[in-house]
């Protein structure tokens, strides 16, 4: 069954609001095993919303659209479809006695344009809506079927699970599209790509490799007759791509770094502190994004001075000698965060976020360093990009080290 | 000029990632008085995107098309193009050696697959991306125009910015759209409503009320041949809404909530300090969001637990008699935080993230301090939303109390 997103509303095309309507449905395709090929923003415009429907209904099943259902003039996607379908729509007694009620009950008197939300043609049905007053539309004629839902998402997503979802469960009945992630880092995308060998030619399951600012992400999708069977599809080609990326592997599907890390600290009993200075508190706040992270986090230390930094533990005479921007001060950081706070493992990260140099080092000279009783590694880089940019690429690296001190260390 | 925006990338149509590129694009085309028609959303498939391609380029001047850049089989961006315009890519020896020399800093060894990020195609010039390893290209063909860009946020942007744009302004020249964005807090929208009185009613400039997550936002929207008179036409509008809002108005355009009160802090030679424990670092990584914040901001502390709390200056008495979530402790950490720091003004926060309760407190139940040896504030507060959304808003809270004490205090 192959189906097409169309998102509709001026404000889109205007960039106010972001499509997450599209996303959302989008990502609910998959399990019903419905093919989506493509996604459509059109703006309150009769001639390209027909446009839009008739070519999407030429080439596939399915469109399901969202917005353009509202009492005013611009909203459009009533009208659209009973043109596309060679149609007239007729007020409904029975949804305007249902519409009427509504403003009643939140004693409001109810504009006359209203009344087109209780509108329908013959190819249709009306779907539900419990949390507003636009009805959605089932359409169907030959075969194919357009569905159009609300734009504000609570009532599209209570739509869809209770009216669409089920409706398409049972038109498609195909096969399903089980994907899993598998997630990298330490490898660049063209050599991961390279590991992958003849599995990326292959087609059941097929295989994305995607860079993302968390590292290399790599996609399997394998379609079946139900979730078991394609599972079994993955399975094998996991297994070999586990063993090409080892370590480098650090996550599966969701999960996050800091949640990936996370685990690990968990598996270990093993606990964390850090003291960082250039990152402003975006890792303690990464890191403390984990549901759980209570469990394995002390805290942290956010030294924006250099005071601050030797007021929590770090030698004077380190920050004399070498300097606050230093792999050596990072090292004592790291150490003074585990001490300070009792952890069994420290970070520490101290460079120039910028926007201006710090002690002669250019934006972007960031230190890096992991402390553990039994081991300790400390990094230098050069991070390029705006503020923002540095600190989050600063974060990912830090959980990066932190991840391979750990990995290193074994149980 | 009638434009079309092209997302290409199949993790858009698993729903994976919210497409954030088009609406950013989108958002940039009314300044350059081009009207944008549709938005697409096509997977990494050759056949769809060329359809898609060829019936935009049919019906539109210029197609702006981000993602499909990488070195990757799947990405087919430039081949499409290239079939499109009915030419041959060829390697351009100067672009290798930039891409091989990219590497070379990096210290890895360039994948022969990232070869096609060096190619071209005579009808069409490359952009510079100094953020990544895919150049961007500008195609040009009987006066129409296609624009590939990568599809990573910060290389789009940073392209954008510095080569799509600036050409754009140059084929465009119609009339523009210029808004100003007023940002307030402390007044419901509907006395905002009322303070803007007949200019609600304006054609040009327009204004448009809305309610955001970090207060209301009024946009003064309007339309001349070009930025100057544009901006003269908002002027006088905007000098009396400034009048009516005064001390609630706490900044305009992207600037945020913190960069407000950073501002606030510098005017008045104020430092600020912070002890944050469920936000776990967000308040003290907001407050460093802003360039420039060293000047003002001595450090944050995130103790998550409560003997971090104790270590770090609160009296282990006012945890013992109140608990650790309690607006007494909140009190005692912003003024511990402020003391330990050496800052004029401290911040306090404590509460329950989730997802489970804590001292029989249920989650969501948020203390706010705010600390300066002349003024003394605490607050408590109920927050609902996931864990994420609880940090988010208890910061954005606390930024609002930090900034009302400021304020008060006057000069």
Known sequence: MKAEIISIGTELLMGEIVD??????????????IDLHYVHQVGDNMERLLETFQRGLSRSDVLLCSGGLGPTEDDLTRETIAKLMGEKMAVVPE???????????????MPSNNLKQAMLIPSAQTLPNP???????????????????????????????TQVKPRLRQRAGGAVLVSRVLKITGISEGAV??????????????IGVYAKPDGIHVRLAAKATDDASARLLIAPVETYLRGQFCDHLWGTDEESLAAGVGRLLTERHLTLAAMESCTGGLFSNTVTDVAGASQYFKGGLVTYTTEAKARYGVDPQVLERHGAVSEQTAAAMARAAREQLGASVGVGITGVAGPSEQEGRPVGTVHIAVDHPKAQRAYTGKYSGSRLDVKQRVTTAALFHLRRLLVEMGE
Chains 1, 2 share one sequence.
Request: hydrophobic content about 40%.
């Open 131 to 161: 949390m507003g007053t636009a009805p959605g539309w089932w359409a169907e004629r030959n075969g194919k079927i357009v569905v159009a839902m609300p734009g504000p998402p609570r009532e599209i997503r209570h739509m869809w699970e």
């Open 20 to 33: 997450t309507n599209a996303a959302f449905v989008a990502s609910q395709l998959p399990s019903l095993g």
């Open 95 to 109: 949804l305007e006695r249902e519409l009427r009620s509504f403003f009643v009950n939140r004693g409001i008197e």
């Open 193 to 206: 790509d390279v590991m992958c060998g003849e599995h990326l030619r292959g087609t059941n399951p097929t």
